[in-house]
């Protein structure tokens, strides 16, 4: 039996990047999977290259930051399958620049999609968890939300704050028999890694940089992190809630 046989799993943000490889790992794993994106057009393709493979999909559109677009997407979801057993919170934006010339409408964005938007989850999601007596919650969040980049303030502080919100869940509602639990992987080939390159005087010079302060000497392709979410929704990690698993190839381990 595959390792999500029978699981109905929503993951936020899976048009693209890590969102999308874990999207089709779920479902190589046997999970029928809501690939929500606030770009439908991005979600089909996913649902597209899941179900020329033989995976059940289905394409959700909203923006995770309005909650009533995100409970349609959810009451959607439902009605294709009468349960949801995982939530990856994993939806995200990132704006850079110093944290003194950081305007308001860029942080209330950055708040809004990755903080906001992984508390709406949770609250349209939980009931739904408990009603049915089990269920887990992960989060997608960062090294940022341990460590900092000077030019990641904001984006940081909402990657420790899904943290948080991930622990408060594990402790809330482990006696429903829901599990919470976070990844925080390193640089990964992603669209918002992509545009922090851009972001460099140099990007190519910059990539290169990066690349050596990692001990295995490269960023994390996005299907590694995605295979360490489905190992963490799967019965493999029964007993994992609360906890924040580093996916960094490394990286924080390095004293300077």
Do not use: W
Not at 96 to 119: C, T
Not at 170 to 190: F, K, N
Request: charged letters at 20%; glycine letters at 10%.
């Amino acid at each position: 039996m595959k390792r999500l046989e029978g699981r109905v799993a929503l993951i936020t943000g899976a048009g693209s990047g890590i969102g999308a490889a874990t999207a089709q790992v779920f479902a190589e794993s046997g999970a029928a999977v809501g690939v929500l994106d606030v770009d439908p057009g991005k979600a089909r393709e996913v649902v597209s290259r899941i179900e020329a493979l033989g995976g059940q999909a289905v394409a959700l559109a909203a923006d995770v930051s309005a909650f009533d677009q995100f409970d349609a997407a959810v009451q959607h979801l439902l009605r294709r399958y009468a349960r949801v057993d995982v939530l990856v919170n994993n939806a995200a934006v990132q704006i850079m620049g110093p944290l003194h010339a950081f305007g308001d409408e860029d942080f209330d964005r950055v708040i809004a999609v990755n903080l906001k938007g992984s508390f709406n989850g949770c609250r349209i999601v939980l009931p739904v968890l408990m009603q049915q007596g089990h269920g887990v919650i992960l989060f997608t969040s960062s090294v940022l939300g341990l460590v900092a980049d000077p030019d990641l303030a904001v984006y940081g502080a909402t990657k420790a704050g899904m943290i948080a919100l991930m622990r408060s869940v594990a402790l809330a509602y482990g006696s429903h028999g829901i599990r919470a639990a976070a990844v925080c992987p390193g640089d990964v080939e992603t669209p918002l890694v992509a545009e922090y390159f851009r972001f460099q005087p140099d990007p190519e010079a910059a990539r290169q940089a990066v690349s050596r302060h990692y001990p295995l000497g490269r960023i994390a392709q996005p299907t590694e992190v995605a295979k360490v979410l489905a190992f963490l929704a799967s019965d493999d990690a029964s007993f994992v809630s609360g906890s924040s698993v580093i996916v960094d190839g490394g990286l924080l381990a390095n004293v300077y």
